[in-house]
């Protein structure tokens, strides 16, 4: 035990640069002398659910299941709502009660069991139905796997602000998303490389498990964690505070126009699934359609985050503007390029580079309006910008959802010309927001 121990410091040193595994910042004193453990705990539990989250995308690898399960779109419409919205919502809800608690792992651990447990369920719904059924159980799955993400992200700052100092929690995570990064990666080469034409359904049963049993090893990396009882005063409801600071909407008009640019921004957070339907639709190789826009969303998670940075520093306006041209542009070409059957954006490839550029520019779009809010509010005003703000788009995600109802009366290209055409809108619209940066 102790020479498995001294292995993990001298690693917890060459990746830190820590000279002394147990210097701490902001963490309970008692700690420090776990910090090694409890880092490669949370690194490991953090990449696991990273990749599981990813091998069951709700905007890329369950629209494909629903195109094979012959599922309307109008249910194709609201997993990206009830993925992101089924998120926020209960987060929102929850974080008083969790603050409550002196040790907030065991919310994370719940959490994650539920996580497995409904991609299980997802994965016998997609043996078992076809069509509609097999849309309603699927949905009725993902409503209980994001109320059980949001358990985990409501939790897992807490935890980790407990049991690794600040100054290695950035190293922390760029090593969690590095690694998960490249094993999605790998996944997407997999399922590109190998002819996958007639496993169908087994394929993504497949990975629907996976899904689900690498999160049950997340919960046994986590359960590893040795956390300090924590104070258990404070940190008031947000959905409360939320509708107490509602009149912030008609007082702040800043603030409401923001709000209001965030919400038309949806148009480029709901036009995923309708790529991943026209790229199947399009599609003459199978499963390696997928695989490609698998690749594609893991270079641009990685590709992203660099360009809009710097760019965000200088202009976070800019930044929503750029990004939202961009998407709306490709909804329109997307479009173009199915009705005049132009080939060589229709091909697998063609539509994995257009997917690749949407989701950069989804990336952009989240980055700016981040950064936007931030140097829009200041101390006193911020946490409600954030309360009201989240908890508005989180209804209006749900209601986006709709949209799928256009997907099964017009076909998926139609649905993202719409889309592409609001994007455009909503850059019309942010160019009119005042400049908020300092660059």
């Known amino acids: 035990m102790t020479q ?33 453990r409890n880092f490669f705990a949370y690194l ?10 990813e091998i069951a995308s709700a905007k890329l690898v369950i629209p494909w299941l629903f195109g094979v399960l012959g599922v309307p779109a109008a ?45 299980f369920g997802m994965a016998w719904a997609a043996v078992s139905y ?55 990666l790998g996944v997407g080469v997999w399922m590109g490389m190998i002819d996958l034409k007639d496993a169908g359904l087994g394929v993504f049963a497949g ?19 040795k956390e300090q009882p924590g104070a258990t005063e404070g940190g008031g409801n947000a959905i409360t505070v939320a509708f107490k600071q509602l009149k912030l909407l008609l007082d702040d008009k800043p603030f409401r126009r923001f709000v209001l640019a965030r919400g038309a921004l949806l148009s480029v957070a709901l036009a995923p699934p309708f790529y991943v339907l026209v790229v199947q639709q399009e599609s003459q190789a199978g499963l390696f359609g997928l695989g490609a826009l698998i690749i594609a969303n893991g270079l641009a998670s990685s590709l992203s985050s660099p360009i809009w940075g710097y760019m965000g520093d200088r202009s976070s306006r800019a930044v929503m503007m750029m990004a939202a041209v961009g998407a709306g542009l490709l909804g329109i070409l997307t479009y173009i390029a199915v009705l005049a ?4 954006i229709t091909s697998e490839i063609g539509l994995a580079v257009i997917f690749l550029v949407l989701n950069i520019m989804h990336g952009g779009v989240r980055l700016g309006r981040k950064v936007y809010l931030v140097d829009m509010a200041n101390g006193e005003n911020r946490a409600a910008y954030v309360a009201v703000s989240n908890t508005v788009i989180g ?5 986006g959802g709709l949209i799928g109802l256009v997907g099964d009366w017009l076909g998926a290209a139609a649905t993202l010309l719409i889309l592409g055409v609001l994007s455009l809108l909503a850059a019309l619209y942010i160019a009119t927001l005042p400049q908020v940066s300092e660059g």
């Open 4 to 36: 498995n121990s001294s292995a993990l410091e001298e690693l917890y040193n060459r990746i830190t640069g820590d000279e002394d595994a147990r210097v701490c910042k902001d963490i309970p004193e008692e700690a420090c002398e776990d910090q090694p």
């Open 341 to 344: 059957e132009w080939e060589w």
């Open 130 to 184: 076809e069509g509609s059924t097999a849309g309603a159980v699927i949905i009725s799955m993902l409503i209980i796997f994001s109320l059980s993400r949001g358990l985990c992200s409501v939790s897992a700052k807490d935890v980790l602000g407990k049991t690794v100092s600040k100054s290695r929690r950035g190293a922390l995570m760029g090593w969690s998303a590095s690694l998960s990064g490249l094993a999605i």
């Open 207 to 225: 990975l629907l498990i996976g899904g689900g049993i690498l999160w049950i090893v997340a919960a046994f990396f986590f359960a590893l964690i």
């Open 75 to 119: 249910f194709t419409g609201f997993l990206v709502p009830i993925r992101e919205g089924g998120v926020l919502l209960p987060q929102l809800a929850v974080a008083a009660a969790v603050r409550k608690l002196a040790r907030r792992k065991g919310v994370w651990l719940l959490g994650a069991v539920l996580s497995a447990l409904s991609l």
């Open 395 to 399: 209804v209006l995600m749900l209601f």
């Open 44 to 53: 490991w539990a953090n990449l696991l659910g990273k990749v599981a989250d």
